[in-house]
T-cell receptor
Framework: GENVEQHPSTLSVQEGDSAVIKCTYS??????FPWYKQELGKRPQLIID???NVGEKKDQRIAVTLNKTAKHFSLHITETQPEDSAVYFCAASKGADSNYQLIWGAGTKLIIKP | GAVVSQHPSRVICKSGTSVKIECRSLDFQATTMFWYRQFPKKSLMLMATSNEGSKATYEQGVEKDKFLINHASLTLSTLTVTSAHPEDSSFYIC??????????FGPGTRLTVL
């Protein structure tokens, strides 16, 4: 079945610097790739997503890139701020073919150092 | 984004009792609803997927007789943990998916079984 690997498990960056989190997926039929941010004790919140017909998507300080050939996608956060500290999860889905299930990465704990 | 509510947010019960958790999509019709379990510092573990009016599809290793799911309408799904035991203590989160594959999460339910 589909497998999603996420790296690193922990990422510590200086406030103002950029952070990059990478994920790889195994099933080439995957066509939807969301990123979620989860603060301690809270629900995961969708921060950005990308579909397989697009190579890059940007929303203010957050961007996601997708390389379908290599089967990997990445989250980029620029000008990091303390409120960016959280656990970030990537996921992959085959849409209706898999009843819209998401296959989740293991998560990355992002720490923003003041 | 879309709003998903989940009740109760916290529940403490005695071993052997049953607990019902409700998940509602408040401003959209959810084609599919998902139930997850999350252990501390871990990723989300999918328990089951449900479509309105049909039986839930459970993931391998999840006991369907213990975790009863009823997807009564396009806006409501319930999870009942039957005869709960301390090992069932966990953070349970539901999510609802629209036609575009995006999943929106409820705030979660912290279950503690004494």
């Amino acid at each position: 079945g589909e497998n999603v690997e996420q790296h690193p498990s922990t990422l510590s960056v200086q406030e103002g610097d950029s952070a990059v989190i990478k994920c790889t997926y195994s099933d080439s039929a995957s066509n939807y790739f969301p990123w979620y941010k989860q603060e301690l004790g809270k629900r995961p919140q969708l921060i950005i997503d990308i579909r397989s017909n697009v190579g890059e998507k940007k929303d203010q300080r957050i961007a996601v890139t997708l390389n379908k050939t290599a089967k990997h996608f990445s989250l980029h956060i620029t000008e990091t701020q303390p409120e960016d500290s959280a656990v970030y999860f990537c996921a992959a889905s085959k849409g209706a073919d898999s009843n819209y299930q998401l296959i989740w990465g293991a998560g990355t704990k992002l720490i923003i150092k003041p | 984004g879309a709003v998903v509510s989940q009740h109760p947010s916290r529940v403490i019960c005695k071993s052997g009792t049953s607990v019902k958790i409700e998940c509602r999509s408040l401003d959209f019709q959810a084609t599919t609803m998902f139930w997850y379990r999350q252990f501390p510092k871990k990723s989300l573990m999918l328990m089951a997927t449900s479509n309105e009016g049909s039986k839930a599809t459970y993931e391998q290793g999840v006991e369907k007789d213990k975790f009863l799911i009823n997807h009564a309408s396009l806006t409501l799904s319930t999870l009942t943990v039957t005869s709960a035991h301390p090992e069932d203590s966990s953070f349970y989160i539901c999510s609802a998916s629209d036609y575009y594959n995006e999943q929106f999460f409820g705030p979660g339910t912290r279950l503690t079984v004494l």
